[in-house]
C-alpha cells in the first residue's frame, strides 16, 4: 500500500505544472553560479528551472532531440551548428572568462613562461609531460583540440596523453593526482584550486583561450512543446543589467576576481548560423 | 558537509521513493513469472533461465540509454514528456530490478516444486494449489529475490543520471548526488552522502527480513 502511494506521489510531481529545462555545462553548474541566479527567476516569474549539468557536446544533443527547453553552454563554433540546424534560436552571449593551463607547481615544461597559448601547448609536447584531456566532447575538450590543431600539434597515441572522460573538476583531480598538465576553465579551476594540488600556469588574455557562455532557446517551431515563453523569460532575465552585474560579482570577493564576466548580451566571439 | 539537512534528506526520500516503486513494479512482474516458472516440469524454461540469470548481468547504462531512446520527445514514447522525470527513473530501475525477483524466485521456487507437487497432489490438490503453496513455502528466499532487486535498483547511478539527468529537487538521488559532489571535488559531502545511502538501503532491508520472517 505504501508503495502505491509512493507511487502515486512521484506521478504527482511528473504531473506539475511546466517548469523550464535548462540543459547547460557543468561548470556554469557546479560552480554554484545557477544556484545563485536561478531562485531570484523563479521567485519572479514562478517559473521553477530543472537544470541537467553536462559536457557541451551532451547538454546540446539533449536539447537537439527536444528533451530541453534551452541551453546555456560555451562552444562557439557547436552553437553556430546548433543555430544552423535550426535546433535553436535566439542566441544570446551571456557571460565570458577565460581557459587556463593548470599543472604542477614545478611546471617541468616550463609553461609559465610561454609567450602564448601556442606556444605553451608546443612546450607541453615538446617535454612530454603527462596533460590530462576531458575527452568528452565538452565546450573544454574543444577547445583543448583546437589548440593542439592550432600549434600544429597530433598528441593523440602520445604515451603522456591521458584522457579522463569525465568533468571538469573530476579532471583537475585527475591531473593533480597524475602531476598532469590540463585545460581547465577559470571558473571551475579558481572553484576547485584550494582542494587540488595544480598552479593555473598559464591564463593571460589570449583571445585563443577566450571562453563565451551563450544562452539558446530550443526551436519551438520545430518541437512543438517546447516551453518557449519560459525560455524566453529566463533569456530576458539573463540579459538583464542587475542581473548580469550579479554575474560579474559572483565569488568575486572570495576570489579576487569575477568567475564570469558580464557580456550583457554583446559577444566577444560571434556566432553566426 | 555543504548540503543542508533538509535536502540530504529529500534526495534519500526520493532514492527509497524510485526504488521502493522499481522494485515493486517488478515484483508485479517478476513473482508471478518467477513461480510459474519454476513450478514446471524440470524439461522446458531453460531458455526463459538462461535469459533471466543473465539479465542479473544487465549493464545499467545501457538500460538508460534505451530508456532514453524509448522516452526522448523524438523517440516513440515521446508525447508522454516522461524522460528526466522521476517516473523515467522508476522505469529503468524496474527492469534492473526484474531479472534478480524474477530469477531468485524461480530458484527458489524450483528447489521445493517437486515435493510440493507431491504432498499436495497426494492430499488431492489442485495445480493451482500447488503454486499457492510454493509461494508461501517460497516466502523467505522471495524476501532475499526482493532485497537484491531493491539493493540493484537502489545502489546503481548510470540508469539514473541518463533517463533522470540528476534535476535537483526533482530526480537528484544519492547515488547522482553522490558523483556531482565528486565532480565539485566535495569529497567528505560525498562520502557522507555514500553513508546515508548504506544506512538507507540497510533499514529498508531490515524491514523487508523482518516483515518476510514475521509471517
Not at chain 2, 519454476?38 to 544487465?58: C, E, T
Not at chain 2, 524466485?105 to 528447489?111: F, I
Amino acid at each position: 500500500m505504501k508503495r502505491i502511494l509512493l507511487l502515486g506521489l512521484l506521478m504527482g510531481t511528473a504531473l506539475a505544472a511546466a517548469p523550464l529545462r535548462l540543459a547547460t555545462t557543468t561548470s556554469v553548474n557546479d560552480s554554484g553560479l545557477l544556484d545563485a541566479l536561478l531562485p531570484g527567476f523563479t521567485q519572479e516569474t514562478g517559473i521553477p528551472v530543472q537544470v541537467i549539468a553536462v559536457g557541451t557536446g551532451q547538454a546540446l544533443a539533449i536539447a537537439g532531440r527536444g528533451d530541453a527547453d534551452a541551453v546555456l553552454v560555451h562552444a562557439p563554433d557547436l552553437e553556430a551548428r546548433f543555430l544552423r540546424e535550426g535546433k535553436g534560436v535566439a542566441h544570446a552571449c551571456i557571460a565570458y572568462n577565460n581557459f587556463v593551463i593548470a599543472g604542477p607547481a614545478s611546471d617541468p615544461a616550463r609553461v609559465a613562461g610561454a609567450a602564448s597559448a601556442l606556444e605553451a601547448m608546443r612546450r607541453i609536447y615538446a617535454a612530454g609531460a603527462p596533460f590530462v584531456s576531458r575527452g568528452d566532447n565538452s565546450g573544454t575538450y574543444h577547445r583543448e583540440r583546437a589548440l593542439w590543431k592550432a600549434a600544429g600539434l597530433e598528441p593523440d597515441g602520445q604515451p603522456w596523453y591521458l584522457e579522463s572522460g569525465s568533468g571538469m573538476g573530476a579532471t583537475l583531480a585527475l591531473a593533480a593526482e597524475k602531476r598532469a598538465y590540463t585545460l581547465t576553465d577559470l571558473g571551475t579551476y579558481l572553484f576547485m584550486k584550494d582542494k587540488v594540488e595544480l598552479a593555473g600556469l598559464y591564463d593571460r588574455p589570449d583571445p585563443l583561450m577566450l571562453n563565451q557562455y551563450g544562452y539558446m532557446v530550443v526551436n519551438p517551431e520545430r518541437f512543438a512543446h517546447v516551453n518557449a515563453e519560459a525560455a524566453y523569460a529566463l533569456r530576458a532575465y539573463l540579459l538583464r543589467p542587475d542581473v548580469q552585474q550579479r554575474i560579474g560579482a559572483y565569488l568575486k570577493d572570495r576570489f579576487g576576481k569575477s568567475l564570469f564576466n558580464p557580456l550583457y548580451g554583446r559577444c566577444k566571439v560571434e556566432v553566426e548560423p | 558537509m555543504t548540503l543542508p539537512w533538509a535536502e540530504v534528506v529529500e534526495i534519500a526520500a526520493r532514492s527509497l521513493g524510485v526504488a521502493a516503486a522499481a522494485t515493486f513494479l517488478a515484483a508485479l512482474v517478476g513473482l508471478p513469472l518467477g513461480v510459474w516458472l519454476g513450478a514446471r516440469p524440470r524439461k522446458g524454461g531453460l531458455g526463459a533461465q538462461v535469459l533471466l540469470y543473465a539479465g542479473m548481468g544487465l549493464p545499467p547504462v545501457v538500460v538508460g540509454l534505451v530508456f532514453y531512446f524509448l522516452l526522448s520527445r523524438s523517440g516513440p514514447l515521446g508525447g508522454l514528456g516522461l524522460l528526466f522525470t522521476p517516473v523515467a527513473m522508476v522505469l529503468a530501475e524496474a527492469v534492473l530490478a526484474f531479472p534478480m525477483v524474477a530469477g531468485f524466485t524461480l530458484a527458489a521456487v524450483r528447489a521445493r516444486a517437486d515435493g510440493v507437487r507431491r504432498l499436495v497432489r497426494g492430499l488431492g490438490g489442485s495445480e493451482r494449489q500447488v503454486l499457492t503453496t510454493l509461494l508461501w513455502e517460497s516466502r523467505r528466499p522471495i524476501v532475499a529475490a526482493l532485497a537484491a532487486g531493491f539493493g540493484a535498483a537502489i545502489s546503481e547511478v548510470g540508469a539514473a543520471t541518463i533517463v533522470g539527468g540528476d534535476i535537483r529537487h526533482h530526480t537528484r538521488v544519492l547515488t547522482t548526488a553522490v558523483v556531482l559532489e565528486t565532480r565539485k571535488g566535495e569529497l567528505e559531502s560525498a562520502l557522507a552522502l555514500g553513508a546515508v545511502l548504506l544506512g538507507v538501503t540497510l533499514v529498508a532491508t531490515a524491514i523487508l527480513v523482518v516483515w518476510g520472517e514475521r509471517r
